[in-house]
């Protein structure tokens, strides 16, 4: 049983003072963790303090992104151990945003998730799609070539603590979600990607998400489709209002 997974991405858009407000906001109104496990992803300087704030409640904490070594002559980046350290859970690796505008490939994404899992933190692998690409006709191989490169050498136990995004650019922070048969096209096509590469067990047990425009009005249409386990959100998570809607779509 793949537990529905519900997790906001704040990206740059709280102070830390909202962050913390935000999480005791939420905190007692969330679901159970084993029905729904829900998370919020903020920038690394916030992260400390958030872990403290969330202690005891059903909400994990992620990273936006991680670094791949843990330490060295690397002026800016962010540790993966320092992130385990101080108590986050989750990483997103590979946004669509960080492939645009900081550049990073497929094979600097994977090196990241491997840095993740031997930290011991769960990966959230992105795999984005353009309209181009979609307009062009080559959305399987643009995704399935993505995930074949960002996920390469993982062996089937360090496959089991990844969550893998289906993002469309196209459908990021414009309004526009991607149709629910659209975003269960995309995650059909990494879980079955995912069977051909190991197998039918480990893709069935791995969770795949859609993320793009997701909101309280839409959530319940895409949550409904068998191969779409959960929802990575931007703008409708950053009120505490809109992401208790969405964390609580099945009542
Ligand atoms: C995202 O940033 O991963 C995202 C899906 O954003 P939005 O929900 O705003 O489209």
């Known amino acids: 049983m793949r537990v529905p997974f519900i997790a906001g991405n704040w990206k740059m858009n709280k102070t830390a003072r909202e962050s913390i407000d935000f999480v005791q906001e939420v905190a007692d109104k ?9 998370a919020v992803a903020a920038p690394a300087l916030v992260l400390q303090s958030m872990v403290a704030a969330a202690a005891g409640t059903p909400l994990r904490i992620v990273g936006e ?31 669509s945003e960080r492939r645009l505008y900081f550049h990073e490939s497929d094979e600097v994404i994977n090196k990241k998730v491997l840095a993740a899992i031997d930290n011991n933190l769960l990966p959230i ?27 390469r050498g993982l062996t089937e136990e360090q496959m089991k603590t990844v969550t893998v995004a289906y993002e469309p650019s196209w459908a990021i922070g414009t309004g526009q979600s991607a149709s629910s048969a659209q975003a269960e096209e995309g995650c059909y096509l990494i879980r079955q990607t995912i069977a051909d590469i190991y197998n039918d067990e480990l893709a069935n047990h791995i969770r795949v998400l859609y993320g793009g425009s997701v909101k309280p009005g839409n959530i319940a249409e895409i949550m409904a489709k068998p191969n779409i386990d959960g929802v990575l959100v931007g703008n409708a998570s950053l009120e505490a209002d809109s992401f208790l809607k969405l964390a609580n779509y099945q009542n």
């Open 30 to 38: 969330l679901p159970a963790p084993a029905e729904v496990e829900t």
């Open 65 to 95: 992104n991680c670094f791949y070594e843990n330490e060295g002559a690397y002026t800016g980046e962010i540790s993966p151990a320092v992130l385990k350290e101080i108590g986050v859970n989750y990483v997103i690796l590979g946004h």
């Open 125 to 151: 692998v992105c795999c984005d799609e353009t309209m181009g690409r979609q307009a062009a006709g080559d959305k399987i191989h643009w995704v399935v070539s993505q995930i074949m490169a960002d996920l």
